[in-house]
């Protein structure tokens, strides 16, 4: 499956963006479909998954919110009352076979969106 990233952007702390992940080719509704960051000096984080439950980090945990319209081929991150921390690279990444116990590991999804950035300003 090959998959864009988009929506990024700048915003002001405490803003929201909608970042989506469109997919071509692929069983999409297979696949579990992850956004992980990277700021700047930093190593890939994991942000959420989601397949049929979703997941999320402890550091976003109730103010993004990941869904997929399979329909569509796209999932959606919402993000809300946005922080500067929240700066960084953003990627949406995919994989049919990841299990759940590894969801959090970026080395576990073999296609990956090229990135959106997001710039929250204080």
């Known amino acids: 499956v090959q998959l864009q990233a988009s929506g990024g952007g700048l915003v002001q702390a405490g803003g929201s963006l909608r970042l989506s992940c469109s997919a071509s080719?692929?069983?999409?509704?297979?696949?579990?479909v992850a956004w992980f960051r990277q700021a700047p000096g930093k190593e890939r984080e994991f942000v959420a998954a989601i397949r049929g439950t979703t997941h999320y980090a402890d550091s976003i945990k109730g103010r993004f919110t990941i869904s997929r319209n399979n329909a569509k081929k796209t999932v959606y991150l919402q993000m809300n009352s946005l922080k500067p921390d929240d700066t960084a690279v953003y990627y949406c990444?995919?994989?049919?076979?990841?299990?759940?116990?590894?969801?959090?590991?970026?080395?576990?999804?073999?296609?990956w969106g090229q990135g959106t950035q997001v710039t929250v300003s204080s």
């Open positions: 990444a995919a994989s049919s076979s990841v299990i759940l116990s590894a969801i959090r590991r970026s080395e576990m999804y073999n296609s």
């Open positions: 080719g692929g069983a999409f509704s297979n696949y579990r």
